[in-house]
């Protein structure tokens, strides 16, 4: 089992920034790729960005390209959203995902199908 927790979630002000983190636990071995979703009030969650955790392409919603960062740190086993130019739309709880079987495509990154594991979910809320 895998356990994710996230943090780093609140209220900013639009063109602002935050960092978000995701910290794994448990058969963290396990994990292939990390991603987050974000799911805003009366939507259906959303893909954001996923990687592969032992390298390789990263992978970006058109709504998040150039202002968004997804990193990671493997002695941590945590994952980071760096979000820049914060925009009202962002407005959303954000979602840590980890899977264990390796993608290699921005369809398989975005399905949330493919993830077996998930975070309870951070805040981010953007005023304009």
């Known amino acids: 089992q895998v356990a994710l927790v996230e943090s780093g979630g609140g209220l900013v002000q639009a063109g602002g920034s935050l960092r978000l983190s995701c910290v794994a636990s448990?058969?963290?071995?396990?994990?292939?790729?990390r991603a987050w979703f974000r799911q805003a009030p009366g939507q259906e969650r959303e893909f954001v960005a996923g990687?592969?955790?032992?390298?390789?392409?990263?992978y970006y919603a058109d709504s998040v390209k150039g202002r968004f960062t997804i990193s990671g740190d493997n002695a941590k086993n945590t994952v980071y959203l760096q979000m820049n130019s914060l925009k009202p739309e962002d407005t959303a709880v954000f979602y840590c995902?980890?899977?264990?079987?390796?993608?290699?495509?921005?369809?398989?990154?975005?399905?949330?199908?493919?993830?077996?594991?998930w975070g309870r979910g951070t805040q981010v809320t953007v005023s304009s």
């Open positions: 995902a980890a899977n264990l079987h390796t993608c290699s495509t921005y369809v398989c990154y975005a399905r949330e199908e493919n993830y077996e594991y």
């Open positions: 990687f592969t955790w032992r390298g390789g392409s990263t």
């Open positions: 448990g058969r963290t071995f396990s994990i292939d790729d």
